[in-house]
């Protein structure tokens, strides 16, 4: 029953379900029926608008044709008043206001590039053409303008100016005279005192902007090789001039080769003075001024500055290279040593001056002559080495002192000591390994050359005893001076105490040959007694002492042993075997003389007497009489 009553109920419902899907199917076909009226409508509307559109749009267009037209022509007028305004200042000429001038030769240039994008413009090739004319004109100005800045303010430096911008220690003395070596001491120890260069000024400050401006605008107009050549030739002049007011001067190895030594000494201490000024002061404010002005322009900056230097750096090196390939001698050694010593100072300022492609051959010559100098000085050691061995001088010392050759050679090596530093850098160019050993080496080459010598010149005394002496004074010399100079570390303690024993050697020479005789006369065999021994033969004993005695006095006291302590050991030395011979000989046989006639004829001497001769000897004096 209950399901019944469920299932008409759910029949009612479909029934009214039905009922509204039918009504809302009716309503669905009316809308549609009325929407497809209107888009019939505004068809016909939007057919009866399209004329009116299309003249809308025509009208905008043309309103937009004449706007962008306007604005042409606007932009067309002012170029052609920029070209107007541009061009008058041009025709003034850049003397009354160089900065204005070149706002209007950059104001062509952008005129030149409008016109040339504008070829629809019927005028367009004749305004590029009188724009082109007109830079064209400009830039000739331009160019006679940068010539006349740049030699209206490149003068040379006067050298009192240069002589300003030193370091005081390397300033030249009151006198004038600039200190030798260039103002540096030898031994390769700087002054407590900073070392400062102050570059010179070459081109006043105000005036590198304007050239470097100038130059700018002759690089973008194509000019850059009458650029080059107007800075080549005037910076380049200039500098040749500023060397020339310093004294440097240009020569040749003939010209070297003639001049007399203490001349050419003096050249060459001005030249190491050059060398500084130069490099430190002129060349490396050429480079300052040549990159300010160039700045942006690497290519011609670098071969600018190698045109500009190239002709004074020839000159200052060629005199360098005179002198390195002139004819060796022992006392260019010196000097040979401080050129190379200003080389080696300037060498990390020259190679950076120098770096680019540009300046190699500079560069190059600069390296080369260092070399060369070091190479020349190497050969003049080896050229003296031989010189001292085979010096040939007659020059005698008759009294058995130092040798001049002894004493030259020695000083020599001394002065060559100062420059320890220095010729280490030299060997090292040959011997990178052990530049201390070749200077070890080449010091006793040099003693033993100087050794061979002396015992040759030894050979011309007649008396041996003479020639022991003067080997002894000599060699005694030679280690004296080595033992307080640096030689001692070079050549050591060894070879010290064997030339020490080399002295001894010849002192004990000297001893034996001219005492032997006479101590021989004080000599009387122990195993005859007094009685075996006549009168007579001590009389001859004491004549021959005497005459022997006499003799060796009046000689040797015009020899010479100049070192005091040496004179006195020798002295003493002699002493110690003489007085106690003549005490005994006297004891012994004093008395058998005494008791004959005239004993004081025989007994001249007392051992205080000779004892005083003994203190005249080596004193280098000549005796009248004999003092009795």
């Known amino acids: 029953m209950e399901i019944s009553k469920a299932m008409d109920a759910l029949r009612e419902r479909a029934t009214v379900v039905k009922e509204s899907l039918h009504k809302s199917?009716?309503?669905?076909?009316?809308?549609?029926?009325?929407?497809?009226?209107?888009d019939h409508r505004l068809s016909a509307l939007e057919t009866a608008m399209r004329p009116t559109q299309i003249k809308t749009h025509s009208i905008r267009s043309a309103h937009d044709n004449i706007d962008k037209t306007l604005k042409a022509a606007e932009g067309i007028l002012a170029q052609f008043d920029q070209t107007r305004m541009?061009?008058?200042?041009?025709?003034?000429?850049?003397?009354?206001?160089?900065?204005?001038?070149?706002?209007?030769?950059?104001?062509?240039?952008?005129?030149?590039r409008f016109f040339s994008s504008k070829k629809s413009f019927k005028s367009s090739e004749a305004m590029v053409t009188h724009a082109n004319n007109l830079l064209a004109k400009a830039i000739t100005k331009l160019e006679e303008?940068?010539?006349?800045?740049?030699?209206?303010?490149?003068?040379?430096?006067?050298?009192?100016?240069l002589f300003e911008c030193l370091p005081n220690s390397l300033r030249p003395s009151n006198s004038g005279k600039q200190s030798e070596g260039g103002g540096r001491n030898h031994s390769g120890k700087q002054s407590s005192e900073a070392v400062t260069?102050?570059?010179?000024?070459?081109?006043?400050?105000?005036?590198?902007?304007l050239l470097h401006d100038l130059a700018q605008q002759m690089v973008q107009a194509g000019h850059q090789q009458q650029l080059f050549r107007i800075y080549r030739e005037t910076r380049a002049t200039v500098l040749e001039q500023s060397l020339r007011k310093l004294g440097v001067e240009r020569l040749s190895k003939d010209d070297v080769q003639r001049m007399q030594w203490e001349v050419l000494e003096a050249k060459i201490g001005n030249w190491i003075h050059y060398m500084r000024i130069a490099v430190k002061l002129l060349i490396a404010g050429e480079k300052k001024i040549c990159d300010q002005i160039f700045d942006g322009v690497d290519s011609l900056k670098s071969q600018c500055f190698a045109e500009v230097t190239a002709s004074s750096v020839a000159m200052l090196l060629s005199f360098g290279e005179a002198v390195a390939k002139s004819k060796r001698s022992p006392e260019k050694l010196f000097v040979l040593l401080d050129m190379y010593e200003i080389m080696r100072e300037l060498q990390p300022e020259i190679e950076?001056?120098?770096?680019?492609?540009?300046?190699?051959?500079?560069?190059?010559?600069?390296?080369?002559?260092?070399?060369?100098?070091?190479?020349?000085?190497?050969?003049?050691?080896?050229?003296?080495?031989e010189a001292v061995e085979k010096d040939a001088t007659k020059t005698t010392v008759m009294d058995g002192t130092v040798h001049p050759l002894t004493s030259y050679v020695i000083n020599y090596v001394k002065f060559l000591y100062d420059y320890q530093s220095t010729l280490k850098l030299l060997f090292h160019e040959f011997d990178p390994n052990d530049p201390d050993g070749q200077l070890a080496i080449i010091t006793t080459r040099i003693m033993q050359a100087l050794?061979?010598?002396?015992?040759?010149?030894?050979?011309?005394?007649?008396?041996?005893?003479?020639?022991?002496?003067?080997?002894?004074?000599?060699?005694?010399?030679?280690?004296?001076?080595?033992?307080?100079?640096?030689?001692?570390?070079?050549?050591g303690d060894d070879w010290v105490q064997i030339h020490r024993r080399i002295v001894q050697q010849h002192a004990n020479?000297?001893?034996?040959?001219?005492?032997?005789?006479?101590?021989q006369c004080l000599t009387v065999p122990a195993s005859e007694n007094n009685n075996a021994v006549t009168r007579t033969m001590i009389k001859d004993r004491f004549k021959t002492f005497n005459d022997q005695i006499e003799e060796l006095h009046q000689r040797q006291s015009q020899w010479t042993v100049p070192d005091s302590e040496l004179r006195e050991s020798l002295r003493l030395a002699v002493a110690e075997v003489l007085l106690p011979a003549?005490?005994?000989?006297?004891?012994?046989?004093?008395?058998?003389?005494?008791?004959?006639?005239?004993?004081?004829?025989?007994?001249?001497?007392?051992?205080?007497?000779l004892e005083q001769m003994l203190g005249e000897f080596f004193e280098s004096k000549i005796w009248g009489e004999p003092k009795r």
């Not at 160089?98 to 030769?105: F, Q, R």
């Not at 303008?145 to 100016?161: A, G, I, Q």
């Not at 260069?197 to 902007?209: D, G, K, N, S, Y």
């Not at 950076?352 to 051959?361: D, M, P, R």
């Open 25 to 38: 199917q009716t309503i669905t076909d009316n809308m549609v029926s009325i929407l497809g009226s209107f």
């Open 86 to 112: 541009a061009e008058a200042k041009i025709l003034r000429g850049p003397h009354e206001d160089l900065e204005s001038y070149l706002g209007a030769v950059d104001q062509l240039r952008a005129n030149v």
């Open 145 to 161: 303008e940068f010539k006349h800045l740049l030699t209206n303010y490149s003068k040379p430096v006067e050298p009192d100016r």
């Open 197 to 209: 260069f102050a570059l010179p000024t070459l081109i006043p400050p105000r005036v590198i902007p």
């Open 352 to 385: 950076k001056l120098f770096e680019s492609k540009a300046c190699t051959e500079m560069r190059e010559a600069a390296i080369n002559l260092s070399k060369r100098l070091a190479q020349t000085a190497q050969e003049t050691f080896v050229d003296f080495e």
């Open 451 to 491: 050794q061979t010598n002396l015992d040759g010149k030894s050979k011309q005394y007649k008396d041996p005893a003479l020639t022991q002496l003067f080997l002894m004074n000599n060699i005694h010399y030679i280690v004296r001076s080595v033992r307080r100079s640096e030689a001692k570390d070079m050549l």
């Open 509 to 519: 020479q000297y001893k034996r040959i001219s005492w032997a005789k006479i101590l």
């Open 582 to 609: 003549y005490r005994s000989f006297l004891k012994r046989f004093g008395p058998v003389i005494e008791n004959g006639k005239n004993p004081y004829k025989y007994m001249v001497y007392s051992p205080e007497h």
